[in-house]
């Protein structure tokens, strides 16, 4: 059974656990915990400080470090102690961390240990679904749920229109079917544009039975299971948009962002957020221009050494 064994989980998920509270931000990022269910153990390198060994850790996956203090035990030097054991263990290799909401004792850190601030990833907040522009679908394309036929065109599509991107372009079939495998995964909120002139014999957008034509893009949305509607707040996720580069410029990146906005309203979202590079503009427009927000402290950092 791959992960750590529970116990040191369990050390780990109570010092994340109490970090999230704190900071409002999750220390453990979707790829570390996909890393913590599904590799083996001895891909997960952890460190542990404290008193009882319970108030820091570090893990390591490939050349990723995640180094947590629990929010009671800051500013005694735990983190600083990881982080030399970390660098000397890997010295000469590559290593990155991210800095989840730009937190100033990561720059001090990254200081001292000889890290430069490698990637600014926003995030941006479309903090009301109520007054969303009407989805007005145009002649020819069709707006449709996945289905599993679609797994080939959207691995092409993921690859193609994130081919610079250093995670998100490397997604394959297993990493697809591991992230379908999640419990919020739900085929209706991954949304498909295609084109149903170019590649159906009697399609013309409308109808449920005229033939499959060509992807051109997709919308990932993420709902996360939990609170019902009602019981207050209810984030979705704009997960994944991508538009191949060959139909890119045409306004399918707004019109898939915007169905999806509608389907995570549909489905009880009450406010929706986003991941996006800082250095990507034409992304950043697209969501501005339907009202998402970024501040300034909403950033995470990535830092690089070696
Ligand atoms: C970002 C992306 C989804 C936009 O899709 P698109 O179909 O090209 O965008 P649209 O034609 O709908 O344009 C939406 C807005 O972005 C602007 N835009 C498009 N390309 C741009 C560029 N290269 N630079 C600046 N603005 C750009 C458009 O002018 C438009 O703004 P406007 O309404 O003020 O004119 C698409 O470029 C893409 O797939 N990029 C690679 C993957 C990615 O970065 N995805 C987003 C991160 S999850």
């Given at each position: 059974m791959?992960?750590?064994d529970?116990?040191?989980?369990?050390?780990?998920?109570?010092?994340?656990?109490?970090?999230?509270?704190d900071?409002?931000?999750?220390?453990?990022?979707?790829?570390?915990?996909?890393?913590?269910?599904?590799?083996?153990?001895?891909?997960l390198?952890?460190?542990?400080?404290g008193?009882?060994?319970?108030?820091?850790?570090?893990?390591?996956?490939?050349?990723?470090?995640?180094?947590?203090?629990r929010?009671?035990?800051?500013?005694?030097?735990?983190?600083?102690?990881?982080?030399?054991?970390?660098?000397?263990?890997?010295?000469?290799?590559?290593?990155?961390?991210?800095?989840?909401?730009?937190?100033?004792?990561?720059?001090?850190?990254?200081?001292?240990?000889?890290?430069?601030?490698?990637?600014?990833l926003?995030?941006?907040?479309?903090?009301?679904?109520?007054?969303?522009?009407?989805?007005?679908?145009?002649?020819?394309?069709?707006?449709?749920?996945?289905?599993?036929?679609d797994?080939?065109?959207?691995?092409?599509?993921n690859?193609?229109?994130?081919?610079?991107?250093p995670?998100?372009?490397?997604?394959?079939?297993?990493?697809?079917?591991?992230?379908?495998?999640?419990?919020?995964?739900?085929?209706?909120?991954?949304?498909?544009?295609?084109?149903?002139?170019?590649?159906?014999?009697?399609?013309?957008?409308?109808?449920?039975?005229?033939?499959?034509?060509?992807?051109?893009?997709?919308?990932?949305?993420?709902?996360?299971?939990?609170?019902?509607?009602?019981?207050?707040?209810?984030?979705?996720?704009?997960?994944?948009?991508?538009?191949?580069?060959?139909?890119?410029?045409?306004?399918?990146?707004?019109?898939?962002?915007?169905?999806?906005?509608?389907?995570?309203?549909?489905?009880?979202?009450?406010?929706?957020?986003l991941?996006?590079?800082?250095?990507?503009?034409?992304?950043?427009?697209?969501?501005?221009?339907?009202?998402?927000?970024?501040a300034?402290?909403?950033?995470?950092?990535?830092?690089?050494?070696?």
């Amino acid at each position: 059974m791959p992960g750590l064994d529970s116990r040191l989980a369990e050390t780990l998920d109570a010092i994340a656990a109490a970090a999230r509270e704190d900071d409002g931000t999750d220390p453990l990022d979707e790829a570390t915990r996909l890393a913590l269910a599904h590799r083996a153990e001895d891909e997960l390198t952890v460190w542990l400080a404290g008193p009882d060994g319970d108030d820091a850790f570090a893990l390591l996956v490939d050349d990723d470090l995640t180094l947590v203090t629990r929010p009671a035990a800051r500013g005694q030097g735990w983190a600083a102690m990881l982080l030399a054991e970390v660098t000397a263990v890997t010295e000469g290799e590559g290593l990155t961390a991210w800095s989840h909401g730009d937190h100033p004792a990561a720059v001090r850190l990254a200081e001292e240990f000889g890290f430069t601030r490698a990637r600014d990833l926003w995030v941006m907040r479309l903090p009301d679904l109520t007054d969303l522009p009407p989805l007005e679908v145009p002649d020819g394309i069709r707006v449709r749920g996945y289905v599993e036929s679609d797994a080939a065109e959207v691995l092409r599509i993921n690859a193609a229109a994130f081919a610079d991107h250093p995670e998100q372009g490397r997604m394959d079939a297993d990493d697809l079917a591991r992230r379908m495998a999640e419990d919020w995964f739900d085929p209706a909120g991954l949304l498909v544009a295609e084109d149903v002139v170019a590649g159906g014999s009697g399609g013309s957008g409308g109808s449920g039975d005229a033939a499959r034509g060509t992807l051109l893009g997709f919308h990932w949305t993420k709902l996360p299971r939990g609170s019902a509607a009602g019981a207050g707040r209810r984030t979705g996720e704009v997960y994944v948009v991508g538009i191949d580069p060959a139909a890119q410029g045409r306004g399918l990146g707004r019109l898939l962002t915007l169905a999806g906005l509608h389907h995570l309203r549909e489905r009880g979202a009450t406010d929706v957020e986003l991941y996006v590079e800082g250095d990507n503009h034409a992304a950043q427009r697209t969501y501005s221009r339907l009202g998402f927000l970024h501040a300034a402290a909403d950033t995470h950092v990535q830092y690089r050494r070696g």
